[in-house]
């Protein structure tokens, strides 16, 4: 299973971006779609997060101004963020919890995307 993320860039404050992300390969289903960011110098953070049941969590930093959704059938995440403040800059990272179906046996794994750059100019 591989995750590709897109949709990164440079904007100004105020501004939107959408990400998405595309998960490949051999997959029985998405349980869980989150995006995590990472600022230079810090660590990793929860930023959104969806389940199979359409149930979204968001960091507190992020409600109001960003919003995650998937398109089951396409293996998709987006996440719609406006508003965008210049401490939003780092790079965003999809992450999956994915079943697989293999020998005649379901696995289930946690998966990374590489990160997309989001930069926004105060």
């Known amino acids: 299973v591989q995750l590709q993320a897109s949709g990164g860039g440079l904007v100004q404050a105020g501004g939107s971006l959408r990400l998405s992300c595309v998960a490949s390969?051999?997959?029985?289903?998405?349980?869980?779609w989150a995006w995590y960011r990472q600022a230079p110098g810090k660590q990793r953070e929860f930023v959104a997060a969806i389940i199979s049941a359409g149930k979204t969590d968001y960091a507190d930093f992020v409600k109001g101004r960003f919003t995650i959704s998937a398109d089951t059938p396409k293996n998709t995440v987006a996440l719609q963020m406006n508003s965008l403040k210049h401490e939003d800059t780092a790079a965003y990272y999809c992450?999956?919890?994915?079943?697989?179906?293999?020998?005649?046996?379901?696995?289930?794994?946690?998966?990374w995307g590489q990160g997309t750059q989001v930069t926004v100019s105060s």
């Open positions: 992450n999956a919890d994915v079943t697989t179906y293999s020998s005649s046996q379901y696995y289930s794994n946690d998966y």
């Open positions: 390969g051999s997959i029985f289903s998405v349980n869980r």
